[in-house]
């Protein structure tokens, strides 16, 4: 099968995507929508990935540049000719499949594309609606993602559900004792945050919530990695509160560092506003760390409170202070958790598994557009 891999930008998710897709005996293809100016994912391709040269994938794109950008899409499709493409998302690089009228299609959707973006204005609910209509199959990684397919008409049926899961070996639960010990930080109750610094994702909340906090307990410590727009915002938030040094703002970590800082900590939080099934909370999970976490209904979907750790209200950084310090009062209450969070990794968040889910995703679309193909032939197939 040759798969045309169609994505927004290069990110560690697309890394990640690729990296399985190329053990896989398949011919894989990725073409890259566009560049923004913050690179996310310095990591090469896969060697067995061919990235298609294209008059996209070089610099910010606006919908002025569609046009142009959609006649290169289809010579693409004409060279290449693919026996599915996969897009993602929904009203960025699955659109521009959408209009190039290629089937079979399976859009993959990343979450806030639909939960949010899909409702921003008319236009995008437009874009959504169009896209879905022109979607063979939907890669959804959570049940409120499917939901919210359904409301813009897109049948359940030609729906794969797909938690993107992690590696569940590399996340593994422990404790960097080295790594505490070099910041002073053996004796701390360490919190983690490794959000996007966006107004999405809810990390002005984590910076108001573990500033009341620690005034409270001096042995708390924030490990805050990561970076973005707010970042002016949420430095100013900890200077104002006079906690600064309770803070180690770790910067954007690499794929490979990244299970150690997990295990550096004893509370992952996350005060995202909207999210699909969360890597980063999978990744907490499967290094057997308690959550706090914002009770939106994807998170629902994974934490169970007082087992896995607990839900707060959105938005509320009242309700996460609280959250912290009750963690932190009740070390031997987390021991459990922490088997639970492992339990929960590997039951539901298992990468080697889930990822069969997008490989089923592709057999289904096929199918189905075959199916349709022998219902409805075409005129010059019945002359044939």
Known sequence: MKVLYFSRDYTPHDHRFLSALAQTPHTIYYLRLERQSRQLEDRPLPPQVEQVVWQGGRQPVGWRDYPRLLSDLRRVIRRLQPDVIHAGPIQSAAFLAALSGFRPLVSMSWGSDLLLDADRSAWMRWVTRFTLRRTTVLAADCRTVLEKAAQFGFPPQRVVLFPWGVELAR????????????RGWQDAFVVLSLRTWEPLYGVDVVARGFARAARQNPRLRLLLLGGGSQAGLIRS???????????????????????QYYQ????????SHSDGSSVSLMEALASGLPVLVSDIPS????????????LFADGDDRALSEGILRAAGQPEGLK???????????????WQVNFQRLLDAYQLALEIEQLSASLHPSPLKEQE
Do not use: C, H, K
């Open 264 to 271: 550096e900590a004893d509370l992952y939080v996350s005060a």
């Open 336 to 350: 459990e958790m922490r088997l639970a969070a492992r339990r929960l990794a590997e039951e539901r968040a298992n």
């Open 237 to 259: 938030i900890f200077e104002q509160e006079g906690v600064q040094e309770q803070v180690f703002f770790g910067g954007q970590v690499n794929g490979d560092d990244l299970p």
């Open 299 to 310: 998170n629902r979907e994974w934490i169970t409170p007082g087992r896995e750790g607990w």
């Open 171 to 182: 996340f593994q639960p422990g404790r960097a004792d080295a790594f505490r010990a070099r």
